[in-house]
């Protein structure tokens, strides 16, 4: 069983920055893949990040070149940095662990554990 909490939320401007962070609970987080996606009011959710269990990254179209997921085993966390952010990225961003093998990671369905989101509101 995975715990997940996501922090770092908020409100910025366009073309600004954030970082999230997620914390996960479990003496295993090292062994998981990890990934984030996003959810806009009345759309599914989509793929944003992924970086699995040995530190290999893989990234949604829409953000590559602005994002940038990492892991830090020792502190149990995985993050993604967010520059250049648009309005369009208005949505709860949401932290996932999945044991899966022989995939990317791409969909919500690969993952076992969901954090509760947290929320990004990009000004224009």
């Known amino acids: 069983q995975v715990q997940l909490v996501e922090s770092g939320g908020g409100l910025v401007q366009a073309g600004g920055s954030l970082r999230l962070s997620c914390a996960a609970s479990?003496?295993?987080?090292?062994?998981?893949?990890m990934g984030w996606f996003r959810q806009a009011p009345g759309k599914e959710r989509k793929f944003v990040a992924t970086?699995?269990?040995?530190?290999?990254?893989y990234y949604a179209d829409s953000v590559k070149g602005r994002f940038t997921i990492s892991r830090d085993n020792a502190k149990n966390t995985v993050y993604l940095q967010m520059n250049s952010l648009k309005p369009e990225e208005t949505a709860v961003y949401y932290c996932?662990?999945?044991?899966?093998?022989?995939?990317?990671?791409?969909?919500?369905?690969?993952?076992?554990?969901w954090g509760q989101g947290t929320q990004v509101i990009v000004s224009s």
């Open positions: 479990g003496r295993t987080f090292s062994t998981y893949n």
């Open positions: 996932a662990a999945g044991d899966f093998v022989g995939r990317l990671g791409l969909r919500s369905n690969d993952y076992d554990f």
């Open positions: 970086v699995n269990w040995s530190g290999t990254t």
